[in-house]
């Protein structure tokens, strides 16, 4: 028996392949995945081991809280008198105050700010060569007007030794002269894609830090023979709390740590995608055998007859189903392995990158997961074609025609249950608050319920699409043809549908996003201009000089113009966003905020107003205090002065004007104006543009391009979500391709007999492609229809985040319906020549 | 002759494969039927009668010789004129698979017109469907349908479109003696009433007796015929021809 299910797989080597291919296809994202981020975990620890190898123990300030979160920590400094006090504690050599912060842009020689994707580009004091920095060429910066650049960010400004280059920092642009450049151990253009600008010592800290004598950190070297856990020991009992102590090894575990939930990230999107993929692949394989099965069903009868058991029956299609799982794991294992590491590969190189790959990695998680996953999905989908198989009955193998379809009652019936169960929960969820788990249960049930009444609704949605083909024979048997299998155009169908309804479901999703905003600005902002830097999403939003401010009031045309700064702060020992508006009457104004409790004129030095949500969770009302720590100035204890409401600009807290100092970036982040009613916008803007030269990251829009810029963050994530929902899409084309295949080679004798009464060979093809239109349409609509529900649970579910207005994407409802359609015709292409060349002749003869 | 030619073959001779294994289906037949003739075709199996059917339908092409339907020959026609030939001029009834299961009786005898865009005659179309007595069984589909039933939409599927020939290969093999002869009274009225040209492909010599004229085959070559023929004498000669081959 074993040996005729080896004998059947063979015979039909591509049929199994195409059904294989999703699995493929989600095997290779699971090992991909594996294979990523082990050869890039591994290669972040070797950076990490350079980077701190010289470091013995660093001294940095607290993060609030006690947490050993980095990204808790407030970007601040430690006074220079810390440098000292460390020196001071026994068994100290030497103790170095460094500056090292993520910031420092330089402007290129195309006048754009040189931008990284993800490393850092930090802004440094120049502390002299050591185990880790090298001039490579020029030599150390003498005056606060030089600076040394790492090879990286040389090539990437396009600079030459001796050029002058302009660089933004928290100070406004300043230019300096390029006096040396820089290299790291093994003679590395860059650390990790970091790019650096070293200054001299005098102007770092108010460059980096904002203000003078500051460092980011005290670097630790410990006297001979003193061991480092001792030393650590030592200055933390000589500080106290509010300052971090770390040994080099720490300093690297952490990096490390970091390093592994950026990458767990990325390996679970890349499952999630896998699992679109394998769900696919469940339901196309399901097809290939449901179809097989019933064109086998004498073949499988006389095995039957001639003394096989049920048992044998169901254990030869899962060999099947198993034969198949292996192969298409050791297929995608193979491929994932070589995604992972082109992958790993372009990451390590991409942008003067020196990442080194220390060798392409296969952790045992990778196999394991593949044949795990690719036997596990390929059974799964077997079992039913199988039980079915099994149940053939003997006296089948002398029935001349397959045994009909069975009836739907069963399935439709389940389905209706499930529909309306899914139905019922999306409404509780809709009508009551929006609970996340209502609408999550709501839509897996209605899901579940619409795949099952598929088949039902196969025949008569297919059926009214195909009246627009009814004008001509072919057109119409056409038609009917993509009704007679309701089963089997509902798994083709469905396998369509994952792919479209997550893309519908997406682009509902941002359509709704977009809308709800586009709603909240024309409701809520009165300003005819607004000035920002462009939010990317790996940096901080860029700031810009407060000068700019001045300047744009002293235009002609302007009646109003506000500046915000925006800065970290610990409220009451809880990481918080505060702003500082320098003209809060006229920003009221501008983005419709308004007080609730207080005055928002009554902010001064220690008074600050917040945000009524914020205020109604931790029990504030004007009077009550808080205590708040910013950058600089310690921590105070504040009175809160009012509570507004809207304000979207602002966030949750609003500080006085007196607390810019005190701010890590002393500079502004939004600077929001309205046009006196004589003059034009497009004048003014003009102005306003000459007016911010020298900050290349800073535009200025008008409200619509603030909505564009708003939502344009999301676009790259979108296109790329989409792409690798596409690869979803084209595996379901291959299960298209496949149904009409195995349905064109189940009737030749049919195609004989209307190619012998007259159907001409395209008539013929335009047949086969109208069945195949149909079908992918009917999988596109039920995608649209299932994807446009999922959004709007997901919309509902994020009602409190601000998503107020539900939207439907239409162009693209109408693109993935066209896509449908355009699939059907590709898909088509192929089966329709087959069904084009049968042999008149021998598709009659009977013998 | 006066009587004008539906179908001709001259000196049709048909070659399957070559060199060792070449074998020869037809050697040299010429056959002319004329307008409005009930034709039978009988011979042994493996006599070549059904390729000599297929070569006269356009379905098979000869390997020499010629073949015209009315004023047409059917050598060197490419595929799409070959196919409008036979959708406009050729009715075919097989012997089994005639209908799509989709499409009703009604919709099943439309089927060739409907291919070319056409609607049928009114008048012609009633007087077909009261000839196959199938009017109460018009919005049936195939699988509702008995086999004789089946067998009579396929008839008047082949009579609608009013071809020049209507092709019959072995249109009673699967059917009950009754169903046949009902299939078989059918044709000879179609034949008489409606003046239609028949070929029928058939080894039964019952079938064959209701023709006008039975052509008899043997290792590729017409070896004799009758007019008019008889059942009994039908048997004869096939029996004859038996001997002769054995």
């Given at each position: 028996?074993?040996?005729?299910?080896?004998?059947?797989?063979?015979?039909?080597?591509?049929?199994?392949?195409?059904?294989?291919?999703?699995?493929?296809?989600?095997?290779?994202?699971?090992?991909?995945?594996?294979?990523?981020?082990?050869?890039?975990?591994?290669?972040?620890?070797?950076?990490?081991?350079?980077?701190?190898?010289?470091?013995?123990?660093?001294?940095?300030?607290?993060?609030?809280?006690?947490?050993?979160?980095?990204?808790?920590?407030?970007?601040?400094?430690?006074?220079?008198?810390?440098?000292?006090?460390?020196?001071?504690?026994?068994?100290?050599?030497?103790?170095?105050?460094?500056?090292?912060?993520?910031?420092?842009?330089?402007?290129?020689?195309?006048?754009?700010?040189?931008?990284?994707?993800?490393?850092?580009?930090?802004?440094?004091?120049?502390?002299?060569?050591?185990?880790?920095?090298?001039?490579?060429?020029?030599?150390?910066?003498?005056?606060?007007?030089?600076?040394?650049?790492?090879?990286?960010?040389?090539?990437?400004?396009?600079?030459?030794?001796?050029d002058r280059v302009g660089i933004l920092t928290v100070?406004?642009?300043?230019?300096?002269?390029?006096?040396?450049?820089?290299?790291?151990?093994?003679?590395?253009?860059?650390?990790?894609?970091?790019?650096?600008?070293?200054?001299?010592?005098?102007?770092?800290?108010?460059?980096?830090?904002?203000?003078?004598?500051?460092?980011?950190?005290?670097?630790?070297?410990?006297?001979?023979?003193?061991?480092?856990?001792?030393?650590?020991?030592?200055?933390?009992?000589?500080?106290?709390?509010?300052?971090?102590?770390?040994?080099?090894?720490?300093?690297?575990?952490?990096?490390?740590?970091?390093?592994?939930?950026?990458?767990?990230?990325?390996?679970?999107?890349?499952?999630?995608?896998?699992?679109?993929?394998?769900?696919?692949?469940?339901?196309?394989?399901?097809?290939?055998?449901?179809?097989?099965?019933?064109?086998?069903?004498?073949?499988?009868?006389?095995?039957?007859?001639?003394?096989?058991?049920?048992?044998?029956?169901?254990?030869?299609?899962?060999?099947?189903?198993?034969?198949?799982?292996?192969?298409?794991?050791?297929?995608?294992?193979?491929?994932?392995?070589?995604?992972?590491?082109?992958?790993?590969?372009?990451?390590?190189?991409?942008?003067?990158?020196?990442?080194?790959?220390?060798?392409?990695?296969?952790?045992?998680?990778?196999?394991?997961?593949?044949?795990?996953?690719?036997?596990?999905?390929?059974?799964?989908?077997?079992?039913?074609?199988?039980?079915?198989?099994?149940?053939?009955?003997?006296?089948?193998?002398?029935?001349?025609?397959?045994?009909?379809?069975?009836?739907?009652?069963?399935?439709?019936?389940?389905?209706?249950?499930?529909?309306?169960?899914?139905?019922?929960?999306?409404?509780?969820?809709?009508?009551?608050?929006?609970?996340?788990?209502?609408?999550?249960?709501?839509?897996?049930?209605?899901?579940?319920?619409?795949?099952?009444?598929?088949?039902?609704?196969?025949?008569?949605?297919?059926?009214?699409?195909?009246?627009?083909?009814?004008?001509?024979?072919?057109?119409?048997?056409?038609?009917?043809?993509?009704?007679?299998?309701?089963?089997?155009?509902?798994?083709?169908?469905?396998?369509?549908?994952?792919?479209?309804?997550?893309?519908?479901?997406?682009?509902?999703?941002?359509?709704?996003?977009?809308?709800?905003?586009?709603?909240?600005?024309?409701?809520?902002?009165?300003?005819?201009?607004?000035?920002?830097?462009?939010?990317?999403?790996?940096?901080?939003?860029?700031?810009?000089d407060p000068a700019v401010l001045q300047r744009v009031?002293?235009?002609?045309?302007?009646?109003?113009?506000?500046?915000?700064?925006?800065?970290?702060?610990?409220?009451?020992?809880?990481?918080?966003?505060?702003?500082?508006?320098?003209?809060?009457?006229?920003?009221?104004?501008?983005?419709?905020?308004?007080?609730?409790?207080?005055?928002?004129?009554?902010?001064?030095?220690?008074?600050?107003?917040?945000?009524?949500?914020?205020?109604?969770?931790?029990?504030?009302?004007?009077?009550?205090?808080?205590?708040?720590?910013?950058?600089?100035?310690?921590?105070?204890?504040?009175?809160?002065?009012?509570?507004?409401?809207?304000?979207?600009?602002?966030?949750?807290?609003?500080?006085?004007?007196?607390?810019?100092?005190?701010?890590?970036?002393?500079?502004?982040?939004?600077?929001?104006?309205?046009?006196?009613?004589?003059?034009?916008?497009?004048?003014?803007?003009?102005?306003?543009?000459?007016?911010?030269?020298?900050?290349?990251?800073?535009?200025?829009?008008?409200?619509?391009?603030?909505?564009?810029?708003?939502?344009?963050?999301?676009?790259?994530?979108?296109?790329?979500?989409?792409?690798?929902?596409?690869?979803?899409?084209?595996?379901?084309?291959?299960?298209?391709?496949?149904?009409?295949?195995?349905?064109?080679?189940?009737?030749?004798?049919?195609?004989?007999?209307?190619?012998?009464?007259?159907?001409?060979?395209?008539?013929?093809?335009?047949?086969?492609?109208?069945?195949?239109?149909?079908?992918?349409?009917?999988?596109?609509?039920?995608?649209?229809?299932?994807?446009?529900?999922?959004?709007?649970?997901?919309?509902?579910?994020?009602?409190?985040?601000?998503?107020?207005?539900?939207?439907?994407?239409?162009?693209?409802i109408g693109l993935c319906l066209a896509l449908g359609?355009?699939?059907?015709?590709?898909?088509?292409?192929?089966?329709?020549?087959?069904?084009?060349?049968?042999?008149?002749?021998?598709?009659?003869?009977?013998? | 002759?006066?009587?004008?030619?539906?179908?001709?073959?001259?000196?049709?001779?048909?070659?399957?494969?070559?060199?060792?294994?070449?074998?020869?289906?037809?050697?040299?037949?010429?056959?002319?039927?004329?307008?409005?003739?009930?034709?039978?075709?009988?011979?042994?199996?493996?006599?070549?009668?059904?390729?000599?059917?297929?070569?006269?339908?356009?379905?098979?092409?000869?390997?020499?010789?010629?073949?015209?339907?009315?004023?047409?020959?059917?050598?060197?026609?490419?595929?799409?004129?070959?196919?409008?030939?036979?959708?406009?001029?050729?009715?075919?009834?097989?012997?089994?698979?005639?209908?799509?299961?989709?499409?009703?009786?009604?919709?099943?005898?439309?089927?060739?017109?409907?291919?070319?865009?056409?609607?049928?005659?009114?008048?012609?179309?009633?007087?077909?469907?009261?000839?196959?007595?199938?009017?109460?069984?018009?919005?049936?589909?195939?699988?509702?349908?008995?086999?004789?039933?089946?067998?009579?939409?396929?008839?008047?599927?082949?009579?609608?479109?009013?071809?020049?020939?209507?092709?019959?290969?072995?249109?009673?093999?699967?059917?009950?003696?009754?169903?046949?002869?009902?299939?078989?009274?059918?044709?000879?009225?179609?034949?008489?009433?409606?003046?239609?040209?028949?070929?029928?492909?058939?080894?039964?010599?019952?079938?064959?007796?209701?023709?006008?004229?039975?052509?008899?085959?043997?290792?590729?070559?017409?070896?004799?015929?009758?007019?008019?023929?008889?059942?009994?004498?039908?048997?004869?000669?096939?029996?004859?021809?038996?001997?002769?081959?054995?």
């Amino acid at each position: 028996m074993l040996h005729a299910t080896w004998k059947s797989l063979l015979s039909r080597k591509l049929r199994l392949l195409l059904s294989g291919l999703a699995i493929v296809l989600g095997v290779t994202f699971v090992s991909g995945a594996f294979v990523l981020t082990d050869t890039l975990g591994r290669a972040f620890d070797d950076l990490y081991a350079l980077q701190y190898r010289s470091v013995d123990v660093q001294v940095r300030p607290a993060p609030e809280g006690g947490s050993t979160e980095d990204d808790e920590e407030i970007r601040t400094g430690v006074p220079a008198g810390l440098v000292d006090r460390v020196r001071a504690v026994p068994g100290v050599a030497a103790a170095t105050g460094i500056v090292s912060v993520d910031g420092a842009r330089v402007i290129g020689t195309d006048g754009k700010v040189v931008t990284t994707t993800g490393s850092s580009r930090l802004g440094s004091t120049w502390t002299g060569e050591n185990d880790l920095v090298r001039l490579r060429a020029g030599r150390a910066p003498r005056t606060g007007d030089e600076v040394v650049l790492n090879a990286a960010l040389l090539e990437a400004a396009g600079v030459r030794l001796g050029d002058r280059v302009g660089i933004l920092t928290v100070q406004p642009r300043r230019t300096f002269t390029v006096v040396g450049v820089q290299e790291y151990t093994g003679g590395r253009d860059s650390l990790g894609g970091n790019l650096e600008v070293s200054f001299h010592s005098s102007v770092a800290s108010r460059l980096m830090l904002g203000r003078d004598g500051q460092f980011s950190a005290v670097g630790v070297t410990p006297a001979a023979g003193v061991p480092t856990a001792a030393v650590q020991a030592g200055i933390r009992s000589a500080l106290g709390a509010g300052y971090r102590v770390q040994t080099g090894a720490e300093l690297r575990a952490a990096a490390r740590t970091d390093a592994q939930s950026d990458l767990a990230v990325v390996n679970s999107v890349l499952l999630g995608f896998a699992a679109v993929s394998l769900l696919v692949g469940v339901v196309l394989i399901l097809n290939t055998f449901a179809i097989l099965v019933a064109q086998r069903t004498r073949e499988l009868a006389l095995l039957r007859a001639l003394g096989g058991s049920r048992r044998q029956t169901l254990a030869s299609v899962l060999a099947e189903a198993l034969v198949i799982g292996v192969t298409a794991a050791a297929v995608g294992l193979g491929t994932g392995i070589g995604v992972g590491a082109l992958l790993a590969w372009l990451f390590s190189t991409q942008g003067g990158r020196t990442v080194a790959l220390a060798g392409i990695g296969v952790p045992l998680m990778a196999p394991v997961a593949a044949f795990g996953v690719g036997v596990l999905v390929s059974l799964v989908a077997a079992v039913v074609p199988a039980l079915r198989a099994a149940r053939i009955p003997v006296i089948a193998a002398m029935r001349e025609s397959a045994t009909p379809d069975r009836p739907l009652t069963t399935l439709n019936r389940a389905g209706i249950a499930a529909g309306t169960l899914g139905a019922a929960l999306l409404t509780a969820g809709v009508v009551g608050d929006g609970t996340a788990w209502l609408l999550g249960a709501g839509a897996v049930t209605g899901f579940v319920g619409v795949v099952l009444l598929t088949p039902a609704m196969a025949r008569p949605v297919a059926g009214s699409i195909g009246r627009l083909f009814a004008g001509t024979a072919a057109g119409r048997l056409g038609r009917l043809n993509a009704g007679r299998n309701p089963r089997r155009t509902a798994n083709t169908a469905t396998a369509l549908m994952v792919g479209i309804a997550l893309i519908t479901g997406m682009n509902t999703v941002l359509a709704s996003t977009t809308a709800s905003l586009r709603d909240r600005i024309a409701d809520q902002i009165t300003a005819d201009l607004l000035i920002a830097g462009d939010a990317s999403l790996a940096d901080d939003p860029p700031a810009f000089d407060p000068a700019v401010l001045q300047r744009v009031r002293a235009l002609g045309g302007v009646s109003a113009a506000a500046g915000t700064y925006r800065g970290d702060a610990a409220v009451d020992g809880e990481r918080a966003a505060v702003a500082v508006v320098t003209d809060v009457p006229a920003h009221a104004r501008m983005y419709s905020m308004r007080a609730v409790a207080g005055a928002l004129t009554d902010l001064g030095p220690n008074r600050v107003a917040v945000r009524d949500d914020t205020a109604r969770r931790l029990s504030l009302r004007p009077g009550s205090t808080v205590r708040v720590r910013l950058a600089y100035g310690g921590t105070r204890s504040m009175t809160v002065a009012a509570v507004y409401t809207g304000g979207d600009a602002v966030g949750e807290w609003l500080l006085p004007i007196s607390e810019v100092p005190n701010l890590a970036v002393p500079q502004l982040a939004n600077v929001d104006l309205t046009v006196a009613g004589d003059a034009a916008v497009a004048d003014v803007r003009r102005q306003v543009e000459a007016l911010l030269a020298d900050s290349p990251e800073i535009t200025v829009t008008d409200r619509e391009g603030y909505l564009r810029r708003q939502t344009g963050q999301y676009d790259l994530i979108a296109t790329l979500i989409q792409i690798l929902l596409g690869l979803a899409v084209l595996i379901a084309v291959l299960g298209v391709v496949n149904t009409l295949a195995l349905s064109v080679l189940e009737r030749t004798r049919e195609l004989g007999l209307v190619r012998a009464v007259g159907l001409t060979r395209g008539q013929t093809m335009w047949m086969v492609t109208v069945e195949a239109v149909l079908i992918a349409v009917f999988g596109a609509l039920l995608g649209v229809a299932v994807g446009t529900g999922l959004g709007a649970a997901v919309v509902r579910a994020l009602h409190r985040s601000g998503i107020t207005t539900f939207a439907l994407p239409w162009p693209r409802i109408g693109l993935c319906l066209a896509l449908g359609a355009v699939i059907g015709v590709v898909a088509a292409i192929l089966p329709a020549a087959r069904a084009a060349r049968t042999d008149v002749l021998r598709a009659i003869s009977y013998e | 002759m006066t009587t004008p030619v539906a179908v001709r073959a001259d000196d049709v001779w048909k070659l399957y494969g070559s060199g060792e294994a070449q074998v020869t289906a037809l050697r040299g037949v010429s056959l002319s039927l004329a307008r409005g003739e009930f034709t039978a075709v009988m011979g042994p199996s493996g006599s070549g009668k059904s390729t000599l059917m297929h070569c006269m339908a356009g379905l098979d092409a000869v390997t020499r010789g010629e073949v015209r339907i009315g004023a047409t020959a059917l050598t060197g026609l490419r595929d799409r004129a070959m196919t409008r030939l036979r959708r406009d001029q050729i009715g075919f009834i097989f012997q089994q698979f005639n209908l799509l299961p989709t499409l009703s009786a009604a919709e099943n005898i439309r089927l060739p017109l409907s291919i070319a865009g056409r609607r049928p005659d009114p008048a012609w179309w009633e007087q077909v469907i009261d000839a196959v007595g199938l009017r109460e069984r018009l919005g049936h589909r195939p699988n509702q349908l008995s086999g004789g039933q089946q067998q009579r939409v396929a008839c008047a599927r082949a009579l609608v479109p009013r071809p020049e020939v209507i092709f019959a290969d072995e249109p009673t093999g699967n059917l009950d003696s009754r169903s046949g002869a009902e299939v078989l009274a059918f044709l000879r009225a179609s034949v008489r009433e409606f003046g239609q040209t028949i070929v029928m492909v058939t080894h039964d010599p019952v079938a064959a007796a209701h023709a006008d004229r039975v052509v008899f085959l043997a290792d590729g070559a017409i070896v004799t015929e009758l007019r008019a023929p008889t059942a009994e004498g039908v048997l004869d000669t096939m029996k004859n021809l038996d001997r002769v081959e054995g």
